[in-house]
């Protein structure tokens, strides 16, 4: 599944936040996005899941442009085609690990038990899924955030600075199953991220800035 952008704009009022950004994201490929803070890379994201609105271009997921749709056609194209990593986790509190990571599956009125736990097994959580959310360290509840997003095998998986808050060693960790999981199942990834060592692991890195996106060397 390929991800296209084409001559994107955004603007909060009079104030631009990024202008002509075009981007084509090839299946499988890994794309990490950098720029300063307050460019507007968060924003962008949220365009390319159809969870933001923009002023002028287009964003073409699978085909489908995304302006053409209401919102429920977009909500079911992304529980269907994409996940989301944030860095803030968005895990529900009052669910335990495994219904946490189950709940796009939910969603799609699917039930898989032997997936999640695998999936859990993959990320390094065997054995934490009956564990509340407040009982995980903030290593651990990003790779709950990584499980769910993935949980549902989308083609594409969108991730605003998952290592943000975590310190290097464990923002390691979380990169690597992050990785290995997109790897695994063919996914295209776009990392948006302040992170050298994260981007550097892309197989190709842009920067954000007020007039589009530029190709850096990885």
């Known amino acids: 599944m390929s991800l296209v952008l084409t001559d994107l704009s955004k603007h909060y009022g009079d104030v631009p936040v990024f202008s002509h950004v075009s981007l084509t994201v090839a299946p499988g490929e890994f794309v990490a996005i950098i720029g300063e803070s307050g460019v507007g890379k968060s924003t962008l994201l949220n365009c390319m899941a159809g969870l933001d609105h923009w002023d002028r271009g287009s964003v073409v997921l699978d085909g489908q442009d995304l302006g053409g749709l209401n919102d429920d056609q977009k909500a079911r194209l992304r529980r269907e085609k994409t996940g989301f990593v944030f860095q803030a986790f968005h895990v529900l509190p009052h669910l335990d690990v495994a219904q946490n990571v189950a709940?796009?599956?939910?969603?799609?009125?699917?039930?898989?038990?032997?997936?999640?736990?695998?999936?859990?097994?993959?990320?390094?959580?065997?054995?934490?899924?009956?564990?509340?959310?407040?009982?995980?360290?903030?290593?651990?509840?990003?790779?709950?955030?990584?499980?769910?997003?993935?949980?549902?095998?989308?083609?594409?998986?969108?991730?605003?600075?998952?290592?943000?808050?975590?310190?290097?060693?464990?923002?390691?960790?979380?990169?690597?199953?992050?990785?290995?999981?997109?790897?695994?199942?063919?996914?295209?990834?776009?990392?948006?991220?302040?992170?050298?060592?994260?981007?550097?692991?892309?197989?190709?890195?842009?920067?954000?800035?007020?007039?589009?996106?530029f190709s850096l060397p990885v």
């Open 103 to 213: 709940l796009p599956l939910m969603l799609l009125g699917q039930s898989d038990n032997a997936r999640v736990q695998t999936m859990l097994d993959a990320v390094g959580l065997s054995g934490l899924g009956a564990r509340l959310p407040q009982q995980l360290s903030g290593g651990q509840l990003q790779r709950v955030a990584i499980a769910r997003a993935l949980i549902h095998r989308p083609s594409l998986l969108l991730a605003d600075e998952p290592t943000g808050n975590l310190d290097p060693g464990t923002a390691a960790l979380v990169m690597k199953a992050l990785i290995a999981q997109t790897r695994q199942h063919q996914a295209s990834l776009v990392l948006v991220t302040h992170s050298q060592a994260a981007a550097a692991q892309a197989d190709r890195v842009l920067k954000l800035t007020a007039d589009g996106l």
